[in-house]
């Protein structure tokens, strides 16, 4: 499901490059009757420098760039036209920026005047260009906001021989994602993606949230995304697999219950972070 991007981007800024740098031309991203100019390298990817992304977003610049340099998010230098050297960032830096800066109620005075809704349709918009996978969550059920988060990731024990692979967000909540959750019960990797109305009634009942979070991972090769649901989703999703004879199932639901699954996490955490 995770798919890696074309580009190899280092998220170390202050990196000595070649002088070998890509070349981009001037371009634009165009969001129904909106546009904002974009640099465009040869292979079709869409990149912002900080003065592009501030006017995207609606902050300072400096800020802007404070922000990306906080997190390491994806640079990329490249040489435009006239031979100048300038740093740029994928669209998919500008999703994770404007999903902060809505969760935390700071584009109410954005000059677009945008509801919630179309900010997240903007968002959503903004990741196309750079899709998590090749498959994309159950359009039937998964219908709500679309978020883009930065996440690390930590292996979590459940039992002997036995760990998972958790997502930790900046904000300190944890997901785990699509694939994850389903291989620790056996169950089909893609049970949660493509259309199906049949598993959206089931997911439903399950009453699972709507929303799709899309959390981007630093990796040895580079930035992957991937998706992700709620710890507690997934002990409903996992209580479901348990109900229809999944044993693994239930021995993973027996095994949280001896020890909450929120206080295994809880120490991975700390003894990743010693």
């Known amino acids: 499901m995770n798919q890696k991007n074309n580009i190899k981007i280092d998220p170390n800024s202050n990196q000595n490059y070649d002088v070998q740098l890509p070349r981009v031309s001037i371009s634009c991203w165009r969001y129904y009757d909106q546009s904002w100019k974009a640099y465009q390298l040869p292979n079709g990817a869409l990149f912002m420098s900080n003065r592009q992304m501030a006017l995207l977003v609606g902050q300072p610049k400096k800020i802007v760039r404070s922000f990306i340099e906080s997190l390491s998010l994806e640079t990329l230098t490249v040489h435009i036209d006239n031979g100048v050297e300038v740093q740029v960032y994928p669209l998919s830096v500008a999703a994770i920026y ?14 677009l005047l945008f509801s919630r809704r179309e ?17 994309t969550p159950n359009p039937c059920f998964f ?27 900046q904000s300190g909540e944890c997901r785990i994602e699509y694939e994850e959750g389903l291989r620790c019960v056996q169950h089909d990797s893609n049970w949660l993606v493509n259309y199906s109305s049949k598993k959206a009634r089931v997911l439903s009942d399950l009453k699972l949230s709507k ?64």
């Not at 219908?143 to 690390?152: C, F, L, P, S």
Request: aromatic content about 8%; glycine content about 4%; overall charge neutral.
């Open 119 to 135: 900010w997240h349709s903007l968002i959503k918009a903004l990741c196309k260009f750079e899709p998590a996978s090749r498959s």
């Open 143 to 169: 219908t709500g906001n679309y978020w883009v988060e930065i996440a690390r990731k930590i292996s979590v024990e459940l039992e002997v021989n036995l760990n998972m692979q958790v997502l930790v967000l």
């Open 98 to 111: 404007l999903s902060t800066l809505l969760k935390n109620g700071e584009l109410d005075k954005h000059p």
């Open 211 to 274: 929303d799709i979070t899309e959390c981007r991972v630093m990796e040895k090769d580079g930035f992957i995304s991937i998706y992700a649901l709620s710890i507690q989703d997934w002990l409903s999703l996992w209580e479901h697999f348990a109900n229809k004879g999944n044993r693994l199932a239930t021995a993973l639901l027996k095994t949280c219950a001896k020890e909450g699954i929120d206080v295994r996490i809880a120490r991975a955490i700390s003894g990743a972070n010693e």
